[in-house]
């Protein structure tokens, strides 16, 4: 069965370093999603994309962070300069369309602790 | 701001006994989610209900929709211990193009032998 991919698990950086968190969504998704969980907290939205583009993203969203579609598979989110509460389990996800049914994919998750 | 809330947010029962965690949410969707997660790992898709009174039911778990209430509810008859995981509910706020979910807070639900 397909499955939504991330690399790496577990991702340990010191903080101000730039880190590339990386997601191979299902190949014949079309929309792709960043989601972040703080331990012990609710999932929270970051970004969607779609056809190259940002479609969406919310407050947490800053300059520091970045998406990207290098190339026909992968899908990363770039954080540029970490920050300690930035720690946090990285969900990439994908979906078919936008339309009506539209259920959402999440991969395993990176684990992102800044030091 | 749009608020989604779940409760309760911790729930221990025994086995055999049934219970219901409610998702309350702030904003009109006919869209919601309900998602399962273990400890440490990503989150699993239960239940997709799309429309006011949708109803599903997979085993020993029942959600429902009621979107005149602003309401889901996740059902669990005669629960089993493998059912201990924490549960997300997930409103679909999105107005056109690609989806935005946002979640609850979670219930984390722990089923004693």
């Known amino acids: 069965e397909p499955e939504v991919t991330q690399t790496p698990s577990h991702q340990v950086t010191q903080m101000g370093q730039e880190v590339i968190l990386r997601c191979v969504p299902i190949?014949?998704?079309?929309?792709f999603y960043w989601y972040r969980q703080i331990l012990g907290q609710k999932v929270e939205f970051l970004v969607s994309?779609?056809?190259?583009?940002?479609?969406?993203k919310s407050e947490i969203f800053d300059d520091q962070f970045s998406v990207e579609r290098p190339d026909g598979s992968n899908f990363t989110l770039k954080i540029r300069s970490t920050k300690l509460e930035d720690s946090a389990m990285y969900f990439c996800?994908?979906?078919?369309?936008?339309?009506?049914?539209?259920?959402?994919?999440f991969g395993p998750g990176t684990r992102l602790t800044v030091l | 701001e749009l608020k989604v809330e779940q409760n309760p947010l911790f729930l221990s029962m025994q086995e055999g006994k049934n219970y219901t965690i409610y998702c309350n949410y702030s904003t009109t969707s006919d869209r919601l989610y309900w998602y399962r997660q273990d400890p440490g790992k990503s989150l699993e898709s239960l239940f997709v209900l799309l429309s006011n009174g949708a109803v599903k039911q997979e085993g020993r778990l029942m959600a429902s929709l009621d979107t005149k209430a602003r309401l889901s509810t996740l059902h669990i008859t005669a629960a089993v211990h493998d059912l201990s995981a924490t549960y997300f509910c997930a409103v679909d706020v999105s107005i056109q193009g690609a989806q935005k979910l946002v979640f609850g807070q979670g219930t984390r639900l722990t089923i004693n032998p």
């Open positions: 994309f779609y056809n190259n583009e940002i479609s969406e």
């Open positions: 190949s014949n998704h079309l929309y």
């Open positions: 996800a994908s979906s078919v369309t936008a339309g009506v049914y539209n259920e959402q994919f």
